[in-house]
């Protein structure tokens, strides 16, 4: 995982932030790129760790991985309404490639799109909405009260390095600062020097303004163009 991590940070930037739709929000029947069209505005995942929620458009790098979506080829969209560019994609991976760089233009992105579900089966905990079939896709409303439960799910699972990260590394270096000494006694207790003590606090600030909205632009831009 730190390898990985290691891939999506640049520009000196070390931190990413996990997000997952589990599960991901696709009505049966519906095609990928009309799940996706129904999402320009917010992105159909929520944030795992705890960074605050972005808006759409921040992002410096990601990897984006779908899993138990339908097979076939998407649809040409509703009939009389224009092809979009999302329903021009020859398949899924393009169509989720073309999402990602319609919301995150310049960021570095890797689409990968598996057709096998997440099993949720016993023993997985069944907290599953009664708005789900037991392939894990959404209806209008429930059906009845069974208590056959989630099989499976598609889920879309993702690594983000965006700003959203600077309030998380801004509130670390707050609740370090000298006045909240507290908080810090078990680090000097444990035989870290003082001076190692604000070396890393600064490296830490360091890090938190390399997560500032433009950081690094010209690094995520070549880093896109490489892809």
Not at 46 to 56: G, H, T, Y
């Amino acid at each position: 995982m730190v390898h990985f991590a290691d891939s999506l940070t640049f520009s000196g930037r070390k931190v990413v932030a996990a997000w997952a739709a589990l599960p991901f929000p696709a009505f049966p029947g519906s095609s990928l790129p009309d799940t996706f069209s129904a999402h320009q505005q917010d992105v159909p995942w929520q944030p795992l760790s705890s960074a605050r929620e972005q808006k759409v458009g921040g992002c410096f790098a990601q990897s984006v991985v779908l899993r138990g979506v339908c097979k076939e080829r998407p649809s040409s969209g509703c009939p009389g309404q224009p092809r979009s560019p999302l329903h021009s994609c020859e398949s899924p991976e393009e169509v989720l490639q073309q999402y990602l760089h319609s919301l995150f233009p310049g960021a570095f992105s890797t689409a990968h799109v598996l057709q096998q579900p997440c099993d949720t089966r016993p023993p997985f905990p069944q907290f599953f909405s009664p708005l789900l079939t037991r392939r894990g896709f959404l209806l209008e409303k429930a059906q009845g009260s069974s208590s056959a439960g989630v099989e499976s799910v598609p889920v879309l699972a993702a690594l983000q390095s965006s700003p959203a990260l600077r309030a998380l590394l801004a509130g670390l270096c707050r609740q370090l600062r000298p006045r909240n000494a507290r908080c810090c006694s078990s680090f000097f207790a444990a035989g870290v020097e003082q001076d190692d003590f604000q070396e890393a606090l600064e490296e830490l600030r360091t890090l938190c303004q390399c997560y500032e909205p433009g950081s690094g632009a010209d690094g995520s831009e070549d880093e896109a163009d490489s892809d």
